[in-house]
Structures are given as structure tokens and as C-alpha cells.
């Protein structure tokens, strides 16, 4: 079993924090680039193997994807569950918690995650059913940020809700309709943000375990924002909130 990985941010991720989960790599004959030179030493020297392929075979390995002249076959990373999400919470004073529901699209996925890295996001929380699956799509966007940040798949949402309330995690959920905006809330401590899917917005059963609504405040004609631009909006200004106190 292993997965592929496409472009040059994606294999240097896993070369920075993951080396051991690397099984052989695929890069275009002849290619000459300043960023693909070092990443290559640095294979070699882990032993890894390296198969220089033609345009043509590199792109049928591709599948479609965008590939930067480098493929990398790794092996899958272990899936981690709800008792995982209680060791990391154990290590954390004040913890930054994103938790995405419904969000089907791995490129959004993929921006959600890069977002939460920036932001530093512990976890990620995503229930298993209706959500996008980590794939090689939502690792190249992500841009490292896969291999880096804890993604944790959990059975049932509102349950994990449940219990990091009983942690003193306070939720916050964003809604169009909710009546204060993300600028009239006070976000500091142990948070968990909840972003839902494009359109539907959080499920009820989600919106119901929510300790609070907020909104983003939108001024032009468009109705509502991209879910992982939403997404970096309000970590920021929880990061803005955090950092003024």
C-alpha cells in the first residue's frame, strides 16, 4: 500500500518531516533546476531511490496531476483518531483548535490545512463521513502543511465537541445569520473554531454543540467567502486576539 506525491513543496515536506515514510522517487530526465538540485542530494544521501524518467512517462505516472518534474511513492501516514486527539490536547496549555465540517473538496482541504499551519493551529478535526480524504491533491496545496499538522478523523463530531467542552475548550462556530461579527467576540484561551462547508454552512446537529456564532462582516455583493479564506480570516484575528494580550 502507498500513495503518491506530487511537486517540489510536497517532497520537501516529507523530506523535512517525514524522511522515513519516503519508499522511491521519480524525477524528469535532463531536468536542470536550482530548487530540485539540493532536494535530490539530499535523497541520495538518505539512500532513497531515484528514477530519472522521460516527460512522457513521468506524465502518465502523474495521473493528471501538476508534478513540477518530481513524483515521490510514499507510504501512507497512520490515520489518527480520537485517543491521539487526547494525547495532543494532554501537551497543550491553550490550544488552537480547527474543526472542519463538511468540507468535501481536498482543495479546499489542502488550504485549510496550509492556513492552520500558518496560524499554529494544534489539530485539525474533521468527522470521518462527509469529509474531503487527504490526498496527494490536498498535500501539493497544503504545501508542506500535511505532513506537519495533526489531522485528526473523528467518528462522531458532536460527541468530540462534547467532551472538549468538558476540556474548558470554548467552540466557536461561523454562521452568516449569527447576530455579532468575529471583531465583537473575545477569542482568547483554549478555542476550537468550526468552518463549515461552502453553501450549507455547519450541520444543525454541529451548529446545536456550538458555544457561540460569529460572522464575517461583508461589505461587497458577493454573499459569502471561499471556506479556507474564511477560514484564514477568523485564525487570524483569534491570532490578533492572542498576541494583544
Known amino acids: 500500500m502507498s500513495e503518491q506525491i506530487y511537486g517540489i513543496h510536497a517532497v520537501k515536506a516529507f523530506l523535512d518531516n517525514a524522511p522515513e515514510r519516503l519508499i522511491e522517487v521519480y524525477v524528469l530526465k535532463g531536468r536542470e533546476d536550482k530548487r530540485l538540485n539540493p532536494l535530490l542530494n539530499e535523497l541520495q544521501r538518505l539512500g532513497i531511490a531515484i528514477q530519472q524518467l522521460n516527460r512522457q512517462s513521468l506524465d502518465n505516472k502523474a495521473q493528471g ?3 513540477q518534474g518530481i513524483i515521490a511513492k510514499v507510504k501512507p501516514a497512520k490515520e489518527l483518531n480520537e485517543q491521539d486527539l487526547d494525547q495532543i490536547l494532554a501537551s497543550k496549555t491553550n490550544p488552537l483548535l480547527l474543526i472542519l465540517d463538511g468540507i468535501t473538496d481536498p482543495h479546499n482541504l489542502g488550504a485549510c490545512l496550509r492556513t492552520a499551519d500558518a496560524a499554529g493551529v494544534d489539530v485539525v478535526i474533521v468527522p470521518k463521513d462527509k469529509s474531503a480524504q487527504l490526498t496527494s491533491t490536498a498535500r501539493k496545496v497544503a504545501c508542506g502543511a500535511a505532513e506537519v499538522i495533526p489531522l485528526v478523523r473523528v467518528t462522531n463530531l458532536a460527541r468530540t465537541m462534547r467532551e472538549l467542552q468538558e476540556k474548558n475548550v470554548w467552540i466557536i462556530g461561523t ?12 477569542m482568547t484561551g483554549a478555542i ?26 461583508m461589505a461587497g455583493s458577493v454573499s459569502s467567502l471561499n471556506v479556507s479564506v474564511a477560514t484564514g480570516v477568523c485564525l487570524f484575528e483569534i491570532v490578533r486576539q492572542k498576541l494583544a494580550q
Do not use: N
Open 65 to 67: 496531476e501538476v508534478h
Open 175 to 186: 454562521a452568516g445569520e449569527a447576530t455579532e461579527s468575529l471583531y465583537q467576540v473575545k
Open 192 to 217: 476550537a473554531l468550526v468552518m463549515g462547508a461552502e453553501g450549507d454552512g455547519m450541520r444543525r446537529l454541529t451548529r446545536e454543540h456550538c458555544d457561540q456564532l460569529v460572522s464575517i462582516p
